[in-house]
């Protein structure tokens, strides 16, 4: 029987600077949930990349005195080196420079065009270059000195050149209906009412070409006119998926897409514009489109003037590379706005991970190397107690599921943390540390018990915090075959008389704004 497929997106980034945690962020989340998905028995498909052309880019290689595609090639590379920096595990990195991407983009156009949704008139309006978009006068605000800002506040300027427009006003209805048809299209719920207001409040047709610079893909049959960098960078999700072949197996497998991550700045051009020339070439929309929050660094909106931006880099050689996933991924419900503080992640780092998970397992796992020859303990009959905390451990993957299934992967990892703190009250409850001198075969069943929950507690934390999972999991000697989700519940649980490593501790405290662990 063939795993079931399931492709999950980053939008591309655009290459106009170097990464900050606002990219690390959604990556994280990206790789979590495929992580996720795989050790779940499916077949996955994780794809980020970077998005390489239009006047930005082309404005930002010649302020260097550089070529477009050289300038291209220096600052995809950052993004590329995010993957092994932050543990990434992502099949593919996709270029929109790339010949297959120029292939798929033109070939897009051409089923666009020939279902009779583009055609050849003029544009003036209003345009800003940061953004890469086109507004309407009342979606402009004011800035100073009189001064028309986009709705995210980049500067616009007035444009007027040939255009070949897209005939969205046509699609109104469709994309409803799109909406309509599965109430978790657009997450979170007030993105989905967002986008739908937007749709409801007359659609007007979208320019997709411009004449004014050349760094670009050509609308196929006009060389004078490049494509509008939006309808070239959407479609990098299905140029990694195989098209223009849509009868290779791979586009059979992995299309459609079953989410879409994007900032929320983004998501109009994701959940009005994609679908709308998905469903004009006669191809499926995305299943979903999941529209995640920003960050603020110590309150304040990060912003070059400021010189708030943070590396992922400083991130993990502060903290820790586990300790800083499991902070992006925690602090926040995600899909909200959330702040990076000093302080949060210090607290989260010696208080969910040191205190509650690290020293749940050292603690369980000394015991058992100090009172049971060093070996897996072997339990006799179980009581009331020991189900009470067995049963919840077995059940949590299903928890887990149900969360990971709408990407609210801060309600997992609660889940998880739920049962991190029903075990430490089992151990304290239990005291095998006297039982050892009263009745060594309880205590024996106490840390079996305790030593199953960290199995399942292990296993399902690798999506998160992958190295530190995995020593656990060696300590507790479980082969790497024995991993997956297959294993959970009453499959390959511990054996008996199991030699066992010398404990370590896996989580160390933070102590000192010099990054020192201890």
Not at 171 to 188: G, K, M, T, V
Not at 209 to 238: E, K, Q
Not at 346 to 357: G, K, P
């Amino acid at each position: 029987m063939m795993a079931e497929a399931y492709y999950i997106t980053t939008p591309i980034y655009y290459v106009n600077d170097k990464p900050h945690i606002g990219h690390a962020y959604t990556t994280l989340a990206c790789d979590v949930i495929a992580r996720f998905m795989r050790l779940d028995g499916y077949d996955v498909l994780f794809m980020t990349g970077t998005d390489e052309h239009g006047q930005k880019v082309e404005k930002s290689a010649h302020a260097e005195n550089t070529d477009p595609l050289a300038f291209c090639n220096r600052v995809s590379q950052n993004f590329h080196d995010l993957s092994p920096l932050l543990n990434f595990t992502n099949d593919g990195f996709i270029r929109t420079t790339e010949e297959r991407h120029t292939k798929a983009s033109q070939a897009l156009w051409r089923a666009v065009a020939d279902a009779g949704d583009i055609y050849l008139d003029k544009y003036a309006g209003w345009y800003s270059v940061r953004d890469e978009a086109y507004y309407a006068e009342d979606e402009l605000q004011d800035g100073p000195n009189g001064q028309k800002l986009s709705p995210f506040g980049s500067p616009i300027e007035w444009v007027e050149e040939p255009s070949y427009f897209f005939r969205l006003s046509q699609w109104q209805d469709r994309l409803l209906s799109y909406y309509e048809a599965d109430p978790n299209r657009i997450l979170p719920i007030s993105r989905r009412n967002e986008v739908i207001s937007f749709v409801k409040s007359e659609l007007r047709d979208l320019s997709v070409s411009r004449t004014s610079f050349r760094w670009g893909i050509p609308v196929p049959g006009d060389d004078d006119h490049i494509m509008y960098v939006w309808f070239d960078a959407l479609t990098n999700y299905i140029t990694a998926a195989g098209y223009p072949d849509t009868e290779s197996e791979r586009f059979k497998t992995f299309w459609p897409a079953n989410v879409h991550m994007v900032g929320k700045d983004i998501l109009r051009f994701h959940a009005v514009y994609w679908p709308a020339f998905l469903m004009s070439a006669g191809i499926e929309p995305p299943k979903r489109i999941f529209a995640h929050g920003w960050w603020t660094v110590e309150g304040q909106k990060m912003s070059k003037s400021l010189g708030n931006f943070i590396p992922p880099q400083d991130i993990v050689e502060k903290y820790g590379l586990d300790q800083a996933r499991y902070f992006m991924m925690r602090e926040l419900p995600f899909g909200n706005d959330g702040n990076f503080s000093h302080t949060a992640t210090v607290n989260r780092i010696n208080s969910d991970l040191a205190n509650d998970f690290g020293n749940l397992a050292q603690r369980v796992l000394s015991m058992i190397n100090k009172n049971c020859k060093g070996a897996v303990p072997t339990p006799g009959l179980l009581k009331v107690d020991d189900s009470a905390l067995l049963v919840p451990a077995r059940e949590l993957v299903d928890k887990m599921r149900s969360h990971i299934e709408v990407q609210a992967i801060h309600l997992a990892l609660t889940a998880l943390w739920d049962l991190v703190g029903q075990a430490n009250r089992y151990v304290d409850s239990q005291a095998p540390w006297a039982l050892r001198k009263t009745d060594p075969e309880r205590m024996a069943t106490v840390l079996y018990v305790l030593a199953e929950v960290i199995r399942h507690l292990a296993i399902l934390a690798q999506p998160v915090v992958p190295d530190a999972a995995g020593k656990m999991l060696d300590q507790l000697a479980i082969p790497q075959d024995q991993r997956d989700f297959s294993n959970l519940g009453e499959v390959n649980m511990l054996e008996p008389t199991t030699p066992l490593p010398k404990p370590q501790g896996v989580f160390p405290r933070y102590s000192g704004d010099d990054g020192a662990n201890s």
